[in-house]
C-alpha cells in the first residue's frame, strides 16, 4: 500500500479511536466523521438524535445502508461525594472485573477533560476474603484530586456528566494496532475508506453511509435511521469479539485475527438471511479476500434493528475482529481492516444484484 495512504489510515484511526465518544455524548466523533466524508458524498444530515448521515446517490432510488456505530461504552457520573469523589454508572456493557485502577477521562460541562484515577481500597487493608472479591462497579470511585464537592462542581462536573477509561492508540508492530473504542471506530474508519475509495465511481443503488449513535445501549441510533433511509438492503460494519486467546478453545472464539473479515450468520440480535452471507462470501472469493464467519450466537449489533424497519430489510453484518473490546484497550489487525474495506467497496458496488431492480 502506497506509504501516503497507509499514513492517512493510521493517523484516521488513531483520531477515530482517540476521540471521546460514550453513548449519547458522540459530537466530537460526529464533528471529526463529517470532515472526512463530505467532500465524498451529495449530501450529509444529522438527525434528532445524532445519527450522521451521508448520501451518495446512485441511478436507483432503492438504497443500500452502510451502517457503522460512532459511540463506545463509559460512565455517566451519578453522584459526587462530600469529599470530592465521584461515582460514576456504567453506560454499555462492561465488565466490573477489568475497571478498577484506570485512569478515567472525565467531560466536563464546557467541553474540558479532567482526568482522574479510578480508585480501590489499598490490598493492604483488605481482610483475605475481601481480596478474593472483585469490586462491584457501584464500589468504585473516581480521585479526581478535589477536596470538596465544591471542587469538584467548580471543575464542571456534574451529575450527568460523561467519562471514559482513555488509552492513547498505539502501532504495536507491522501488523497490529492497539486502542481504544476500536468497537466501533474501526467500523466507522471502514465506512469513511469505503466512500473514498467510490469516490470517482456512480453506483446502481444509492448508498447511505449511516454513522450511528446509541448501539451500545439498545441499537438505537440505527432504529430510527433505518427507519428514515428505508434501506432495501443493509450491512453494519463492526468491530466484533475475537477470543483467539490463551485459555478460549476454539468453539468459543467467535472470530481470529488475521483470518480477514467476520460474515455474521447469526447473533444475538439477529439471523442474516442465508443468501446475503452466501453473496458475502461469493463476493469475498472473487475479490481475492480472506473471510471468516463469526461462529454464533455472540454479540448483538444494529443490523438486528435495521432488519426489522418498516417492512423489514434484507441486513447483515461484515466484522473487523479485535481482541478485548467492552475493555479499556483492544488490538487489531492492519491487514483484516485492509480487507474488511477492500470486501465493503465491492458489496456496495454490487449489492443491487440481491435485488431484482
Ligand atoms: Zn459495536
Given at each position: 500500500?502506497?506509504?501516503?495512504?497507509?499514513?492517512?489510515?493510521?493517523?484516521?484511526?488513531?483520531?477515530?479511536?482517540?476521540?471521546?465518544?460514550?453513548?449519547?455524548?458522540?459530537?466530537?466523533?460526529?464533528?471529526?466523521?463529517r470532515?472526512?466524508?463530505?467532500?465524498?458524498?451529495?449530501?450529509?444530515?444529522v438527525?434528532?438524535?445524532?445519527?450522521?448521515?451521508?448520501?451518495?446517490?446512485?441511478?436507483?432510488?432503492?438504497t443500500?445502508?452502510?451502517d457503522?456505530?460512532?459511540?463506545?461504552?463509559?460512565?455517566?457520573?451519578?453522584?459526587?461525594e462530600?469529599?470530592?469523589?465521584?461515582?460514576?454508572?456504567?453506560?454499555?456493557?462492561?465488565?466490573?472485573r477489568?475497571?478498577?485502577?484506570?485512569?478515567?477521562?472525565?467531560?466536563?460541562?464546557?467541553?474540558?477533560?479532567?482526568?482522574?484515577?479510578?480508585?480501590?481500597?489499598?490490598?493492604?487493608?483488605?481482610?483475605?476474603?475481601?481480596?478474593?472479591?472483585?469490586?462491584?462497579l457501584?464500589?468504585?470511585?473516581?480521585?479526581?484530586?478535589?477536596?470538596?464537592?465544591e471542587?469538584?462542581?467548580?471543575?464542571?462536573?456534574r451529575?450527568?456528566?460523561?467519562?471514559?477509561?482513555?488509552?492513547?492508540?498505539?502501532?504495536?508492530?507491522?501488523?497490529?494496532?492497539?486502542?481504544?473504542?476500536?468497537?466501533?471506530?474501526v467500523?466507522?474508519?471502514?465506512?469513511?475508506?469505503?466512500?473514498?475509495?467510490?469516490?470517482?465511481?456512480?453506483?446502481?443503488?444509492?448508498?447511505?453511509?449511516?454513522?450511528?449513535?446509541?448501539?451500545?445501549v439498545?441499537?438505537?441510533?440505527?432504529?430510527?435511521?433505518?427507519?428514515?433511509?428505508?434501506?432495501?438492503?443493509?450491512?453494519?460494519?463492526?468491530?466484533?469479539?475475537?477470543?483467539?486467546?490463551?485459555?478460549?478453545?476454539?468453539?468459543?472464539?467467535?472470530?481470529?485475527?488475521?483470518?480477514?473479515?467476520?460474515?455474521?450468520?447469526?447473533?444475538?440480535?439477529?439471523i442474516?438471511?442465508?443468501?446475503?452471507?452466501?453473496?458475502?462470501?461469493?463476493?469475498?472469493?472473487?475479490?481475492?479476500?480472506?473471510?471468516?464467519?463469526?461462529?454464533?450466537?455472540?454479540?448483538?449489533?444494529?443490523?438486528?434493528?435495521?432488519?426489522?424497519?418498516?417492512?423489514?430489510?434484507?441486513?447483515?453484518?461484515?466484522?473487523?475482529?479485535?481482541r478485548?473490546?467492552?475493555?479499556?484497550?483492544?488490538?487489531?489487525?492492519?491487514?483484516?481492516?485492509?480487507?474488511?474495506?477492500r470486501?465493503?467497496?465491492?458489496?456496495?458496488?454490487?449489492?443491487?444484484?440481491?435485488?431484482?431492480?
Open positions: 500500500m502506497a506509504r501516503e495512504r497507509e499514513e492517512r489510515r493510521l493517523a484516521r484511526l488513531r483520531a477515530l479511536s482517540e476521540a471521546f465518544g460514550v453513548a449519547g455524548f458522540e459530537d466530537e466523533v460526529r464533528a471529526l466523521i470532515r472526512e466524508v463530505e467532500p465524498y458524498v451529495d449530501e450529509v444530515r438527525d434528532a438524535l445524532g445519527n450522521l448521515m451521508a448520501i451518495k446517490r446512485g441511478r436507483s432510488s432503492k443500500l445502508m452502510l457503522a456505530h460512532m459511540d463506545e461504552i463509559g460512565f455517566m457520573v451519578s453522584s459526587i462530600e469529599e470530592g469523589f465521584l461515582r460514576v454508572a456504567p453506560i454499555g456493557g462492561w465488565d466490573a477489568i475497571v478498577p485502577s484506570h485512569a478515567m477521562t472525565i467531560k466536563t460541562q464546557t467541553g474540558q477533560k479532567l482526568k482522574g484515577a479510578i480508585g480501590t481500597p489499598p490490598p493492604h487493608i483488605l481482610t483475605p476474603e475481601e481480596r478474593d472479591k472483585p469490586f462491584k457501584e464500589e468504585l470511585f473516581v480521585d479526581v484530586g478535589a477536596t470538596s464537592r471542587e469538584v462542581e467548580r471543575l464542571g462536573v451529575i450527568g456528566s460523561p467519562a471514559v477509561i482513555a488509552y492513547p492508540f498505539e502501532r504495536l508492530n507491522e501488523r497490529c494496532v492497539m486502542g481504544k473504542a476500536l468497537d466501533d471506530r467500523g466507522c474508519a471502514v465506512l469513511v475508506e469505503v466512500l473514498e475509495a467510490l469516490e470517482d465511481e456512480a453506483l446502481e443503488l444509492t448508498l447511505v453511509a449511516n454513522f450511528a449513535v446509541c448501539e451500545e439498545g441499537l438505537r441510533g440505527a432504529r430510527t435511521a433505518a427507519f428514515q433511509i428505508e434501506p432495501a438492503v443493509a450491512l453494519a460494519l463492526e468491530g466484533t469479539v475475537a477470543a483467539d486467546v490463551p485459555g478460549v478453545p476454539p468453539t468459543r472464539r467467535p472470530t481470529a485475527l488475521g483470518k480477514g473479515p467476520a460474515i455474521t450468520v447469526m447473533d444475538r440480535s439477529l442474516a438471511p442465508p443468501r446475503l452471507v452466501e453473496f458475502l462470501a461469493r463476493l469475498a472469493q472473487e475479490e481475492g479476500v480472506p473471510y471468516q464467519y463469526k461462529v454464533p450466537p455472540f454479540g448483538a449489533t444494529d443490523a438486528g434493528a435495521i432488519q426489522q424497519t418498516k417492512g423489514g430489510a434484507l441486513a447483515g453484518v461484515l466484522s473487523v475482529p479485535c478485548y473490546i467492552h475493555s479499556p484497550v483492544s488490538v487489531m489487525r492492519l491487514d483484516d481492516f485492509e480487507n474488511a474495506v470486501l465493503t467497496a465491492a458489496f456496495a458496488r454490487r449489492a443491487h444484484e440481491l435485488l431484482e431492480l
